[in-house]
């Protein structure tokens, strides 16, 4: 039996669900990816697990990995890729994380949390529950924590919920985005990575806007390598964030 095979009926029969098997191989990632994200914290068996990471790296060296010392940075420790940060390398790429802090439930949802989750496998998820349970109240915004990267090529993972820009902007929300940026960078401080790769926080459906946001990323950001020794990778995906950034950047 194929691995996805393999991974799709482990989760299925978890569930107590019938997944039809005899689809084309490029549609069985989608059933694969579907239940992944439904599938309730904890870890499954061990040969889940050992075929779920051969699965999982294997998708992600077909993709196209990308070591961030390959780039050129635009300022001194600061580099600017447009990318699927799931395929970076570096020490830590940072997760725009919900306050219950263990990724996104929709189906197949394109949120940067889903991916993650998608890519990392299931001990993500695990891991995260772990935290919130030990912490018992959701994650505030503008605060960060740190799990393993598993399966991606990242070691780490720091996940920070950003705020929620429901009509107009304020100052509070510009603070509280600050405030994740430097969580983050301090978090990897104190683990003293190197690198750290960050989404455009709170943009897409948190509803800030992305020039404001771009703007506090790289201020913070700046004020911050300015002082201590390490590598940021601002990581865009649209081409409007790129022409934002690259803006920014000079």
């Excluded at 509280?176 to 990575?193: G, K, P």
């Excluded at 649209?238 to 803006?247: K, L, M, N, Q, V």
Aim: glycine content about 4%; charged content about 25%; some cysteine.
């Amino acid at each position: 039996m194929k691995n996805v095979d393999f991974l799709i009926k482990y989760l299925s029969d978890e569930r107590h669900m019938t997944i039809q098997q005899d689809i084309p191989e490029s549609e069985k990632f989608n059933n694969y990816r579907f239940l992944v994200n439904i599938r309730d914290p904890g870890e499954p068996s061990d040969t889940y697990l050992k075929i779920e990471d051969e699965y999982l790296r294997q998708l992600i060296a077909e993709k196209g990995i990308t070591d961030y010392t390959t780039l050129s940075p635009r300022e001194p420790h600061i580099y600017l890729w447009q990318g699927d940060i799931t395929t970076l390398k570096c020490d830590a790429i940072v997760n725009a994380a919900n306050s219950a802090m263990t990724g996104c439930y929709m189906p197949c949802h394109n949120c940067i949390d889903n991916c993650i989750h998608t890519f990392a496998g299931v001990r993500l998820r695990a891991a995260c529950d772990r935290l919130m349970k030990m912490q018992d109240y959701p994650e505030p915004t503008g605060q960060a924590k740190i799990t393993q990267g598993y399966n991606l090529p990242a070691e780490y993972i720091i996940h920070t919920v950003g705020p929620i820009v429901q009509g107009q902007l304020t100052e509070l929300h510009c603070r509280e985005l600050e405030s994740c940026y430097r969580a983050c960078l301090e978090v990897a401080a104190e683990y003293r990575l190197k690198s750290i790769a960050f989404c455009c926080l709170s943009t897409g459906v948190f509803g800030f806007p992305q020039q404001k946001a771009a703007e506090i990323a790289v201020k913070t950001v700046r004020r911050y390598v300015k002082d201590n020794d390490i590598d940021v990778i601002f990581n865009v995906f649209t081409d409007a964030d790129r022409e934002i950034y690259t803006a920014l950047l000079g």
